[in-house]
């Protein structure tokens, strides 16, 4: 990149500090995640606005609020960071298998199954290929994630939001089951299993906030058509969270399946539910975008979930 002010060329890592500045809303943060000194990401980041002749942050005392040249910015420098990995991905081997790197993002509630059976059987075919498990808090922006090139792939519960021109695969179906603290006999004991929705115990719960989850929704609208509601003793921001609340006696919950039976070997008490609460999950992507790589890990996930 040349040009007036312009004393060397803008580099990735200038390119992969800003964007980690942006999205860890900061400069501790960022190299926190990148695993940097506090300086160096300070450096990169200054040395980028030399280069660009503009202020991408505003320094408001220790935090800092990109300006609207960093807001222009923060487009173009994911697609460059993605036109990287995707070039990545594009690699093939003398045989035309794929090798590089491939970037999927995915819902916490998902990760344990389907997809670590998914990159475990993705891996074994095509063991050049590294790939990244982004984590998706927010399953409406998974269609955007795809469009902003963080990721070629995301996997989330279905029906996916905005997904006009992405293709939607479906793998399978998600069921959730109630999960008790351990000891919670006497009444655990009267509950049949499965157990009516109807007949839900009046505890009180450990849940997430309301609209955080697709899921999240259906549960409480299947247990208020039961007649029943959910009385939340604490809300916790992530989900991985509840289960450890649930252990140390603090409430009930509502967890996939594989969790739920995870937790009953951890001394849990467990009820699947009827009528069953259930949702489907899938792939979102864009398959004209899709590399070697990527086209690889959603034949093996077809094949993996008919």
Known sequence: MEGPG?????????????LAVVDHNGINAAAAVLDVAQPT??????????ELGVPLFHRIGRGVVLTSAGHSLVGPARRILRDVVAAEGSLVDAAGRPRGRLDVFAMAALS?????RLVGAFRREFPKVSIRIGDLRDETAAAS???EGHCEIVVCHLP?????????RELGVQEYWLVLPPGSAPL?????????????????????????????????????????????????????????????????????????EAAAARGAVVRSLEPRISRAYGLV????????????FVGVAEASCP
Do not use: N
């Open 6 to 18: 312009y004393s060397q060329a803008v580099d990735l890592h200038q390119i992969k500090y800003f």
């Open 145 to 147: 994630l795809i469009r």
């Open 112 to 116: 344990a199954d389907p997809v670590a």
């Open 285 to 296: 992507y864009d398959p004209a975008a899709l590399s070697p790589a990527g086209r690889a």
């Open 41 to 50: 990401v300070s450096q990169a980041i200054q040395g980028l606005e030399r």
């Open 188 to 260: 655990s004991d009267s509950l049949p299993d499965p157990l009516p929705l109807a007949e839900l115990p009046d505890l009180p719960q450990v849940t997430v906030p309301r609209g955080s989850s697709l899921a999240v929704g259906e549960i409480e609208q299947a247990v208020a058509a039961a007649g029943r509601a959910i009385r939340p003793s604490v809300v916790v921001e992530h989900r991985e969270a509840r289960l450890p609340f649930v252990l140390a006696g603090v409430g009930a919950t509502f967890l996939e399946r594989s969790m739920a």
């Open 160 to 168: 996916a939001m905005d997904c006009a021109g992405l293709a939607v």
